[in-house]
């Protein structure tokens, strides 16, 4: 083996295992932030007697119901996220042996119209989007609350009757989460009506914060001690503590094949279909991808008016894995032709959740505590957490951008999201650029 040939070997195989070393799994960021605060920092602290162990069952909670749902929050988002256009892109028509303008425009950015690339005919597309998801459900993710309860030492089934019990754990989150996405797709003609994709993305993810927990306590302030706390002593308690976070893992996504037929066109309007099917080999547990096999089915309708041709996107996307829900899902709009080598592109993008039952639930409801001082008694009732409860994420968003072609094989183009609901882990803004190829 040459000389040179070695040493790429040997670089690649030393960055393999740097990268893999670089950074624990993602998918134990939050189990090791509820465990750290709600276990280990409690019990060293040294809170008196047993007090340190009677947030073990608020941990053991978050663990198997909390963490689960933050998790699938994330890889979900990023494993759904919407593949670019299978279209050409293409403003000029080579079959009289030249390249030739063409009236309509070069097509949709994250739709598809009905038309098909052509027999023999190849695009190769890459992308790249950059997403913070700082949004879920109307609230910001660096204020995402939870509030944890103690151990029901009466084991009367309520709260208070002994006076430790009305001491509460207050944690705040502080996420942040940075998602970039970049997108190799390549497209094949095989007939002049059958197109075959292939998309293979990378996914880089960071998380980050610093997670600040806080007692609420009963006891310290009511009665003179404090029997939970992360420091000091009962009389002279630290009732607050910190845990700072920053994972990061880079590798490939679930790759996608697609296929795309184009039944007419021509015609009233142009009619096809669109399979895509995208294999989970992204990782989970760094939140690479879905787990799971995801299947998406789509019936596309398209229609050229001169320089504007509206489409729309009907489809169903089939989602295995947990907490992932099946989805009804549209694109609705429009790509004009602004001159002989731009393009604008609009559209409204929506995935409608189908199964309640895989809604995403983090520590909804509240718990109500009797809270019994010296002379007197007064009931309360505690939410569990800030963010709003819901049996969807159901998520509708604008997608604007523009195509360039500044030659008859190169379409270059720039896209961003901006959501128009509340469901779901979102981005503010989430910019897209690009370019395509067409051979």
């Not at 690339?117 to 992308?127: E, Q, V």
């Not at 590798?251 to 399979?275: E, Q």
């Not at 050229?304 to 099946?326: C, I, K, M, W």
Request: proline share 5%.
């Amino acid at each position: 083996m040459p000389t040179s040939l070695r040493s790429v070997h040997l670089f690649l195989a030393t960055l393999a295992l740097q990268s893999h070393a670089a950074y624990a799994q993602l998918d134990r960021t939050f189990s090791n932030i509820f465990t750290e605060i709600l276990d280990v920092r409690l019990q060293r602290s040294g809170s008196p007697g047993q007090h340190g162990t009677h947030f073990l069952e608020s941990a053991a909670r978050a663990n198997n119901e909390l963490v689960p749902a933050l998790n699938s929050l994330i890889a979900g988002n990023i494993s759904s996220f919407p593949l670019s256009s299978t279209s050409t892109g293409a403003l000029f028509d080579f079959s009289s042996g030249e390249p030739v303008a063409v009236a309509e425009s070069s097509g949709p950015i994250f739709a598809e119209n009905a038309k098909p690339l052509g027999r023999g005919k190849f695009l190769i597309n890459a992308n790249y989007t950059y997403a913070r998801l700082n949004h879920f459900r109307g609230i910001l993710t660096d204020n995402m609350q939870f509030t944890f309860t103690h151990k029901d030492v009466t084991n009367d089934s309520s709260l208070g009757e002994n006076p430790n019990e009305s001491d509460l754990i207050d944690l705040f989150l502080d996420l942040h989460a940075d998602v970039g996405i970049g997108v190799v797709f390549a497209t094949y003609g095989i007939t002049n009506d059958l197109d075959i994709s292939v998309a293979v993305p990378v996914v880089s993810v960071r998380l980050t914060g610093t997670s600040t927990a806080a007692i609420e306590s009963f006891t310290f302030g009511r009665l003179g001690h404090a029997n939970h706390l992360f420091g000091g002593d009962t009389l002279h308690p630290v009732l607050t503590t910190s845990v700072p976070y920053n994972e990061t893992a880079t590798g490939l996504g679930d790759i996608a094949l697609r296929l795309k037929y184009c039944f007419t066109r021509g015609g009233a309007v142009d009619l096809a279909a669109l399979a895509d099917i995208r294999f989970p080999t992204g990782k989970k547990e760094d939140f690479l991808g879905a787990g799971k096999a995801t299947f998406h089915i789509w019936g596309i309708l398209s229609r050229p008016f001169g320089d504007v041709t509206p489409h729309l996107n009907l489809g169903y996307a089939r989602r295995a894995s947990e907490l992932q829900s099946d989805a009804f899902e549209f694109r609705a709009g429009f790509d004009t032709k602004l001159s002989s080598s731009i393009t604008f592109a609009l559209d409204v993008l929506g995935q409608i959740d189908l199964d309640a039952s895989k809604a995403i639930h983090l520590a909804p409801g509240t718990v109500t505590i009797t809270d019994r001082a010296p002379g007197a008694t007064s009931v309360r009732t505690v939410h569990l957490s800030n963010v709003p409860d819901r049996n969807n994420d159901n998520i509708v968003s604008l997608s604007a951008g523009l195509r360039f072609a500044p030659s008859s094989t190169v379409n270059l183009f720039g896209n961003v999201f901006v959501p128009m609901n509340e469901g779901g882990l979102r981005a503010t803004v989430a910019p897209t650029i690009g370019i395509n190829l067409i051979l």
